[in-house]
C-alpha cells in the first residue's frame, strides 16, 4: 500500500522558517517519476509549489522562487521543503504528491499558518 505522509507544519511569524517533510511507505524513490509539493488556501485552488524528478531536476511556482528549496533523501525515502523567509500569503494546507507511471498519489496535508 503506498502512503504519503507530510510533518513538520506548524505555526510561524513572518520572515520564520519551517521544513516539511514527506515520507514514502509502499515505493522506492528511484521508481517515482517525480515527487511534488502543493498547497491549497482557504477559498483558492490547490497550486503547484515545487517538484523534482528522478533525475534531479528541479521547478518551483513564481511565488516561492528564491525562498523555498525541494530535496530529497531516498535512503530514508522522503522529500523535503525547506521554506524560508514565509510570509502570510505562505499560509495554506501543504501537501505532498508523488508520479509512479500514470498513478498520482496523494498525502494528507499539513498546515502552515504564518501570522504574528
Known amino acids: 500500500q503506498v502512503q504519503l505522509v507530510e510533518s513538520g507544519g506548524g505555526l510561524v511569524q513572518p520572515g520564520g522558517a519551517l521544513r516539511l517533510s514527506c515520507l514514502v511507505s509502499g515505493l522506492d524513490l528511484f521508481s517515482i517519476n517525480a515527487m511534488g509539493w502543493y498547497r491549497q488556501a482557504p477559498g483558492k485552488q490547490r497550486e503547484p509549489v515545487a517538484s523534482t524528478t528522478i533525475s534531479g531536476g528541479t521547478a518551483y511556482g513564481d511565488s516561492v522562487k528564491g525562498r523555498f528549496t525541494i530535496s530529497r533523501d531516498n535512503a530514508k525515502k522522503t522529500v523535503y521543503l525547506q521554506m524560508n523567509s514565509l510570509k502570510p500569503e505562505d499560509t495554506a494546507v501543504y501537501y505532498c504528491?508523488?508520479?509512479?507511471?500514470?498513478?498520482?498519489?496523494w498525502g494528507q496535508g499539513t498546515q502552515v499558518t504564518v501570522s504574528s
Open positions: 504528491k508523488a508520479l509512479y507511471g500514470p498513478y498520482a498519489y
